[in-house]
């Protein structure tokens, strides 16, 4: 038996042969239908066919349809959306909600805050190791913070700084007494937390002067370089006395564990000799303004992110609170890195990790905590310059670990380029030669890609509330993000 194939047009011919058939039943079959036997028969005429296909499909209005076009778009918006926050490599990754799925919404309440921002002064601290010290992407975090929601001021310094600055030159006239909770041991405080928001301290006993003078071309100012508003935080049983632009003011304990004094300054100042006398703790210099975006850059040298514990906790919640500290930045995670060679030392140290996240939770009720992993780490295996084989594993479970206990994750590894990427961050000038720390240009880049994740999930808050004019992503002040800082006097450097 043979098998034919029918041609389209002999299907086509064959169609509208019955399509004809039945107009010319509709056109000649009486309206008031047959009787056959006891049966009833009706059938519809063209006109009623015509009319329901119309009723079916009704035509739109112009406003119908661009409302219809505007609904699509919003679809499509917001899909775009969703597809940076699930898939980007640099995507900030979201607490998990009840159901399994990403809360997008998690940092809607540090968005409103920096909504709020030009009435009210809002916080971010950002503690890490060494990858941030001399103010490494924390400064293009506060630049382009404080350049789209206002602010002025470095935010928190120590009253000695052991490794200066790339935003501000400070010198004090003399070393004093230190204690850390983080690096060496000998730096310990002997039977106390008392360390302060920066998990540092420095003892006065006798008078000590710090200067402090922005660190860039005379061309490239930034809003940091500017304070109308100088705070010093203290402890102490006696009284102390600060002598500031010709003013000197006595600092009578309050008996608190953070006491927070301002000293009045003129506005827009951009340098400052302080001098420190009588006796007492000092944990920092704030220089501020009254209202928009601070902040603060907090490094901690050989730091793995373990010792947030053994920081007093009332200080730390009395200065987040008093600060309006919305956003907590913790990076850490490189330090312990080599260590890391089996299952259980992992699991230990994620154990620790979740410790420390969940202590600052507590202490920062009305902050987010977003953590930021380490960044690809090579070492020499089989004479190659290879990514520690462990890293990969650590990064995606510590995302999962702390996204599981309702914090944000920021993969740096990932962002860069996961495994291998450093080496190509090497070649192009963006990483220095131990293959582990980033150059200052290395620095900017990945602060750019930090607040180009915020920002992103800035313009989805703003978006999601009727917000039609999204912002624009800035660039850094080449200028003044990446210029060589004026030379600053010599000074003792402390090893931690």
Known sequence: MRNYKMKPYYISLFMF????????????FPQEGIEIGDTHIN??????????????????SPEQLLALRAQEMRMQEEKEYLDFFDHNPARIRYPQTTDGKSDYFYL??????????????????????????????????????QQQFGGIGVGLIPLYQSVQSLTIGQYTSREPERHMVFGLKQYRRSGSRMYGPMGQMSVVDSAVTVNVNPRSKQTGMLPAHYFSRVKLLTQSGNNMYASLKGRRETITPDNSRLQMTELAVPDSSTTFSLTLSGRGDVYGIMLDGLTGVQVDNIPMRGCSGTIFGGIDAAQLSTYFRETNTRLIIMQFGGNNMPYLKTENAIASYLTTLLGQVQYMQRQAPDAKILFIGPSDMTTRLQGKMQTYPWLAEFDERLAEMITSM??????????????????????????????IHFTRKGSDEVGDMLVNALLTGYRYYAWRNGQHAPIEKLQPDDSALKTDPAPMPAIATIQN
């Open 17 to 28: 042969s019955v399509i004809g058939v039945l107009a010319a039943v509709a056109a000649v």
């Open 108 to 145: 809607d309440d540090f968005y409103a805050a920096l909504d709020g921002a030009d009435t009210t002064s809002m916080r971010i601290v950002h503690y890490g190791d060494s990858q941030i010290e001399e103010d490494r992407i924390s400064r293009v975090l506060r630049n382009r913070m």
């Open 43 to 60: 059938f519809p005429t063209l006109t009623e066919v015509l009319a329901e296909e119309e009723a079916d499909e009704p035509a739109l």
């Open 406 to 435: 309702g914090a944000a994750y920021w993969s740096m590894f990932q962002a860069m380029g996961g495994t291998g990427a450093m080496a190509q961050w090497v070649r192009s000038g963006l990483a220095g030669s131990d293959y």
